[in-house]
């Protein structure tokens, strides 16, 4: 018997995340290992009036490619997939990680080569996704890999994803439709705004977060995620024009299964003039060298997701924990103001919230401060 969560998400992500309508071109992308969840979807689409499709994903297979693939075939665009990227008008991405660190031991130039190559299917499908001819979504499998990386068991890490998607709740639809509604007033609020602050006390050990960005309210754009590209979500960003000064980031940075430890980022303009970090430097500098468009601020976000309240070494809910704020180096999206291109999106993790080992920190907009030690300080706005 299927777990009955796997119904209740397939059907979150169908009706509320991708509104599925007769007639659309659904795509599943999975691995196997998760195919549970792709019967539900599958299912669910059917009954939503659309056409699905398995798309296999494999992470063995990427193992595969990374270990004998010459130069010539890590630069290879399947044009199945390019046709695919090109046709179908719904996406559903299913992520099921049996080992995150399956790429840790491979050459940073083939990880960065490889996603060099694949970078105009990306630009294909945000274009395509930007323009409105387009829904998708992502989200996670729990498998005993991930649990182990949040060091949890599955029991555990299973309520912990399910939970995190308030699938817990009678009517997880209304529940995000409430979200939606709190967190448009944090962008309606800094719609208007044309510089928001980061700030950070120093620790024993880093100089703190002192980070001015551009949000020039007549061409950055406020994006409200509320449960339709990622699920579970729970995070307002935009599109910077710019950012001046530095940021510690008090979490591991994750990218393709690697941890970079105590990592502190200097911009200037917008781009990265200065980068450390205490462990896996080198694969830092690796990916931020890897193109042009690498070193500049694509994304400027603050995590909203109250649900969300500890670090599981996996970015699609580490990002929206309540409390904190996140820059991803590289990429933008189109309609949140960013035209910045490139083959990386390394969204990094800070947070605002006191521990026992720092204090709290603050968010101003236009030197008018409206969120303290992890909690905004308007009415109606996003809350524990």
Not at 92 to 108: C, E, F, L, T
Not at 140 to 156: C, F, H, I, R, V
Not at 166 to 172: K, N, Q, R
């Amino acid at each position: 018997m299927r777990d009955p969560r796997l119904d209740k998400l397939a059907d979150i992500l169908v009706r509320y995340s991708t509104r599925v309508k007769k007639g659309d071109l659904v795509s599943i992308g999975a691995d196997p290992i998760a195919l549970p969840l792709v019967e539900a979807v599958y299912e669910a689409v059917l009954k939503a009036g659309g056409h699905p499709f398995w798309q296999l994903k494999s992470s063995s297979l990427s193992d595969i490619l990374y270990e004998y693939a010459s130069d010539e075939q890590l630069d290879y665009l399947n044009p199945v997939e390019i046709y695919s990227d090109r046709t179908i008008d719904v996406s559903i991405g299913i992520w099921a990680d049996q080992n995150s660190k399956a790429s840790s031991r491979v050459d940073p130039a083939k990880l960065a080569r490889r996603r060099v190559a694949n970078a105009p299917k990306m630009k294909t499908v945000l274009n395509r996704a930007a323009a409105g001819e387009m829904r998708w979504t992502g989200t996670m499998y729990p498998t005993l890999g991930s649990a182990q990386d949040a060091e949890m068991s599955l029991t555990q890490y299973e309520k912990f994803v399910f939970e995190a998607g308030l699938l817990h709740l009678p009517d997880p639809v209304a529940a995000w439709q409430q979200i939606h509604e709190r967190q448009q007033r944090v962008c309606d609020y800094l719609q208007t705004k044309d510089e928001v602050h980061y700030q950070a006390p120093a620790t024993d050990t880093h100089d703190g977060t002192d980070l001015r960005v551009n949000v020039d309210k007549s061409k950055s754009i406020w994006i409200n995620c509320s449960g339709h590209e990622n699920f579970p979500d729970g995070e307002v960003f935009c599109g910077p024009q710019g950012a001046d000064g530095h940021v510690n980031y008090t979490f591991p940075a994750v990218y393709n299964g690697r941890e970079v430890e105590g990592v502190r980022l200097e911009f200037k303009d917008g781009r990265v003039v200065n980068a450390s970090a205490t462990k896996n430097e080198e694969f830092l500098f690796a990916m931020l060298d890897q193109d042009e468009g690498a070193r500049t601020m694509g994304e400027i976000a603050i995590g909203t997701n109250y649900a969300i309240k500890e670090f599981s070494r996996n970015t699609l809910f580490d990002e929206k924990i309540g409390g904190t704020f996140h820059a991803a180096c590289g990429m933008g999206y189109p309609e949140s103001g960013s035209f910045n291109e490139s083959a990386l999106h390394w969204d990094m993790v800070c947070d605002l919230r006191p521990t026992s080992s720092h204090g709290g920190g603050s968010i101003s907009a236009d030197g008018e401060v409206f969120h303290k030690d992890g909690a905004f300080l308007p009415e109606g706005m996003p809350n524990a």
